[in-house]
């Protein structure tokens, strides 16, 4: 199993930046396939970023395409999510999200059901 725990959230204003961290330990973290997901009050978890294990392939949903930068450092077990020019409606908790399965597609990295192993979340607020 992997442990995941992360922090960097916050009260940003729109249009200024954050950089969330997730610290995993247990497993080899090389071994996971890694994903940041949001949920907004009253709304369904939503896909922002994943990676693969050796970081070559990323994907981001469409809102977060361009502003929004997924990295990961094997070394320190740890991803990243850097986030600039926030809008309010990127408002949510952000849960970082695990899998060491195999054969992944790049649908199936922004499918919920794929991950297996989540964090408690870091809130992040921006604020008009």
């Known amino acids: 199993q992997v442990q995941l725990v992360e922090s960097g959230g916050g009260l940003v204003q729109a249009g200024g930046s954050l950089r969330l961290s997730c610290a995993a330990s247990?497993?080899?973290?090389?071994?996971?396939?890694m994903g940041w997901v949001r949920q907004a009050p009253g709304k369904e978890r939503e896909f922002v970023g994943g990676i693969t294990r050796n970081a070559i392939n990323l994907h981001y949903s469409d809102s977060a395409k361009g502003r929004f930068t997924i990295s990961r450092d094997n070394a320190k077990n740890t991803v990243y999510l850097q986030m600039n020019s926030l809008k309010p409606e990127d408002t949510a908790v952000y849960y970082c999200?695990?899998?060491?399965?195999?054969?992944?597609?790049?649908?199936?990295?922004?499918?919920?059901?794929?991950?297996?192993?989540w964090g408690q979340g870091t809130q992040v607020t921006v604020s008009s």
């Open positions: 247990g497993r080899t973290f090389s071994s996971y396939t």
């Open positions: 999200a695990a899998t060491d399965r195999f054969m992944i597609t790049a649908q199936g990295i922004r499918t919920m059901r794929t991950y297996d192993y």
